[in-house]
């Protein structure tokens, strides 16, 4: 593993001995008992945010130094190992923020994403001797009687740990994680400057982006002390398995429990490259982009589907397999989604791309983003003003960064906020979209993520997403067949989406008792002038009739005309028969 012994993590001068390695009292993230505490102690406060200041004051002095001088460009290099030393030095809340920086090409130049892509598992590691002591202290039995085989030095080091290869006495190879000593004091104190400085920003900030500020801190300090704590990623990591059990693309280590405490984890090795290592990859014959398909599909389904999301899936924790499966590591950092959040999550991309900019002024409400009480009729067109041009004709031509960007104008604007607890949700997306970008800058999200939100939709089983595509299809109580027959055409373009099964599930809901009111609107839609033209039930035809047998659409038929009343069979004959001789003065009706 490359080292850099020229900077040392400052939890190294703390910790010279094994004998001064003892766990913190402060189990969870507490901001009161944090505020307490350095209250009375203002000035390791005091110290901490001078030492911020100064350091950042000096790479700031140095770039602006290489422009008095013209030497920008052969200074770049130089100043890029500048950044990611005074990261490293400040310890592992920074070095936190340069981890979700090297995720995007985007925003971060070249030569500095490549230094900084060395803060995801290229640090300098911490003593060996007190590796190995809290190895022995955590399972309470010396190495030797619980590995057959340990890594004399850590094959990575990152910022909360740093992990051994090795391999148990029953044989099995194991990675074992081992936390840095000495994290919650370094952590609280960051966070309480994080937390004073949000509370002292706040009112000088817009109200939407001044609101909840505080509570963002709070939301991440939770998450990095639920991250600490390695028995909570143990746990996360079989809730995790468990939901990915049959997906055959993706993989999740083991947990050995006998042989893991809150400050050692020891879990199953996991052979495979970097995403971002394409040469390799394409090396035993894989292709990259194939494998980002599967990291964003089951980031969707993390979100849209099971509610319970990996929040730090940057490049040193998503693996492709020589089998071609795409393997997670790294479970500290995780959230869980209501139901009724990924519920309005589908909505809103559905009504994004449908460009139904009220409905989507709606659910920035039910999520959170605008008050229940804001008059959301001056702000639906310039959603459509802005949206609409970072949305372009195709939603191919969607990306996070665009709208961030197209965003931020409505922000200053508009009483927009971010709800805390989209904090996570947001990091999580930019990171996923911002690997994707370093292997294909014309990569876009939308182009994986509809079709799997509309073949959820048009296959989903369960009454909530039924009553989602209800909602789709229907506006003001009319059917929308064009978003119908856009629905397919998406979901068409996965090859693994089957029409027929879809139309046999659809056929059996239509005709179930939770079918009804479908039932009634699509007679409805049938009969009444201004709802169907037949120009628009041929598109359809023509969109399907290649995927279904004549004799499953008599079964079709037979079923709508068993199941309808009399009334509407006899309101719908006409019309069929005008629709089948298009010739015929009939079809005239059809209008």
Known sequence: MPKNNSVDFPVEEANKSVGQYQPAQLKRYNPEAIARHYRYRPWLAWGRLLRIIWSFAGFILSLKWDEWQNQVEQNRGKRATQL???????????IKVGQALSTRPDLIRKDFLEELVKLQDQLPPFDNAIAYAIIEKELDCAISAVYSELSPSPVAAASLGQVYRGRLLSGEEVAVKVQRPNLRPILTLDLYLMRWAAAWLAPWLPLNLGHDLTLIVDEFGTKLFEEIDYINEGRNAEKFANNFRNDPQVKVPAIYWRYTSNHVLTLEWINGFKLTDTKSIRAVGLDPEAIIQIGVTSGLRQLLEFGFFHADPHPGNLFAMPDGRMAYIDFGMMDQLEETTKETLVDALVHLVNKDYLDLAADFVNLGFLTSDTNICPIVPALEAVLGDAIGKNVGDFNFKTITDEFSELMYEYPFRVPAKFALIIRSLVTQEGIALSLNRNFKIVEVGYPYV?????????????????????????????????LIAIARTDGNFDVLPTAQMGLQFLLSEEGKFLRRQLVLALTEDDRLHTEEVQRLW????????????????????????????????????AFANPGNSASGVMR
Do not use: H, M, Y
């Open 84 to 94: 990611r030393q005074l990261l490293t030095s400040l310890g592992p809340t920074f």
């Open 454 to 486: 509309a073949r959820r939709l048009l296959t989903g089983e369960s009454p909530e997403l039924r009553r989602r595509l209800l909602n789709v299809l229907f506006k003001d109580g009319k059917f929308q067949w064009q978003r119908l027959e856009n």
């Open 542 to 577: 023509d969109l399907v009739k290649d995927d279904i047998k004549p004799n499953r659409l008599l079964d079709v038929a037979i079923g709508l005309l068993t199941e309808f009343s009399r009334e509407g069979v006899a309101a719908i004959l006409p019309k069929a028969t």
